[in-house]
């Protein structure tokens, strides 16, 4: 179904805006001066001849005045441009009007001011409208076409916030094998497959601009089990996942930065054990997740520091692009402890 810009746009590429606004406005003159006549053909003459007059007035002024003076902020200017203008065109009218209505009509009262002015007046109706008209579908063309660059822009900053993503996740996941080849793990193959289920993901699946919530958490799942094999036995991982997820969308690859971060602030700095819980819960269309993990003994701040980290300011990006005003992101520090929480709400 065409949006009414496009269905504007459409019409306007053959000036038909401008035969269906005449057509409507001349049946709306016919309509109110009905009762006036009995003879049609004089009907029809008194309504269009002041509205042939009335054309030349607006079209004057869409195409030479608003252009030349208001377009300028020459308000004077157009101001005393406009009003000689339905001067001389209310003149014409008359005019012709009396050689019309010869007949009936008393010289006297053609000419008179107060004929000319309720003539000023209806071509002055005609020039507002029209301006009003053109006026209003200009705005609201140029706001149709602000709103599809805005949209063409976001979904190039997410392509590219993407594309930051993957190259990101694919260096941490070759650093895990690498340490897993060195220790000559026996587990190192089972890492491969759960890296290419990954890695079938993000290249087949993490393209769209949403995917099943069920398969980002299996995405999450797989990339945990690789971090464990790379730790081992001083990795306390646990994961709970709550609610019916089956039928609901999110972003790809939006929670993996949060996991990311938890295994390179915690496990990751220290040699000793540490945990990680990761938990969601799903209620009705609110997406709750939350990742708690052990920081260092120096209590590092948990936002990457290093050089080229993109993962959690990458996130925090998408995440104002897809849910403004939407979602809820907190990081808790508790004694050795540092929680993030996040809640969407999921349309």
Sequence with gaps: MQTPAQWYARISKYGLQHLFFWLAY????????????????????NVCIPLLFHAV???????????????????????????LTISMVSYPVLFLLYRVNVDIALASQVWSWKFFLVTAIG????????????????????????????????????????????????????????????????????????????????LYEAGEKKVPLQKELEYLVNYVEIEK?????????????????????????????????????????????????????????EFFFRVTNNVNASNEVYIDKQPGGIGLSNVINRLNILYPERYQLNQIESGKNHQVQLKIQLQ
Excluded: C
């Excluded at 001349?26 to 003459?45: E, R, V």
């Excluded at 949209?151 to 900053?157: F, K």
């Design 26 to 45: 001349t049946a709306f003159w016919f309509l109110s001066s009905a009762d006036a006549y009995t003879d049609y053909q004089l009907w029809a003459l």
């Design 229 to 285: 094999l790379r730790f081992g036995d001083r990795a306390n991982i646990e994961m709970n996942f709550k609610g019916e997820i089956e039928d609901q969308l999110i972003e790809p690859m939006l929670l993996i930065p949060f996991v990311e971060n938890a295994f390179k602030h915690g496990l990751g700095k220290t040699n000793g054990p540490g945990f990680i819980e990761i938990e969601s819960e799903l209620t009705n269309n």
């Design 123 to 202: 071509v002055s109706y005609s020039v507002v409208i029209t301006t009003a008209l053109k006026l209003f579908f200009n705005w609201y063309q140029r706001d149709a076409e602000t709103k599809l660059l805005s949209t063409l822009n976001t979904e190039s900053e997410l392509k590219y916030l993407k594309t930051q993503i993957n190259p990101h996740f694919l260096f941490n996941s070759l650093n895990n094998l690498y340490a897993l080849a060195l220790k000559k793990s026996d587990e190192t193959p089972k890492a491969i497959l759960k890296l290419s289920e990954i890695l079938r993901y993000v």
């Design 57 to 83: 007035a607006a079209y004057f002024n869409l195409y030479v005045l608003i252009p030349s003076f208001l377009q300028k902020k020459l308000y004077l200017a157009y101001a005393l441009a406009l009003g």
